[in-house]
Nanobody
Framework: VQLQASGGGLVQAGGSLRLSCAASGRTLNTYYMGWFRRAPGKDREFVARIKWSDASTYYTASVKGRFTISRDNVKNTVYLQMNSLKPEDTAVYYC????????????WGQGTLVTVSS
């Protein structure tokens, strides 16, 4: 599956952004879709994921209650709504896909930069 991420930008602390990730190449009913991020000088970390078939979600603790992952079946797009942004959310955000029953995230979009100013 091919993934195209967009929606990053510069925002003040406390603000909001919505990232989008458009998928093409195959149907996603047997996929998990996720968002990861890499902050400057740090390793890539998991942010959130959604199971396409039933829209169940899972978040890392640091974003729970502030970020919401969702998907649009018609547009084949996954979103990450980010509210109450903090400077520590500054990172390059990547969307990824994982086929159910496999061990790794095997499809990756290009990153989109989110910068949160204090």
């Amino acid at each position: 599956v091919q993934l195209q991420a967009s929606g990053g930008g510069l925002v003040q602390a406390g603000g909001s952004l919505r990232l989008s990730c458009a998928a093409s190449g195959r149907t996603l009913n047997t996929y998990y879709m996720g968002w990861f991020r890499r902050a400057p000088g740090k390793d890539r970390e998991f942010v959130a994921r959604i199971k396409w078939s039933d829209a169940s979600t899972y978040y890392t603790a640091s974003v729970k209650g502030r970020f919401t992952i969702s998907r649009d079946n018609v547009k084949n797009t996954v979103y990450l709504q980010m509210n109450s942004l903090k400077p520590e959310d500054t990172a390059v955000y990547y969307c990824a896909g994982q086929a159910m029953g496999t061990m790794g995230w095997d499809s990756w979009g290009q990153g989109t930069l989110v910068t949160v100013s204090s």
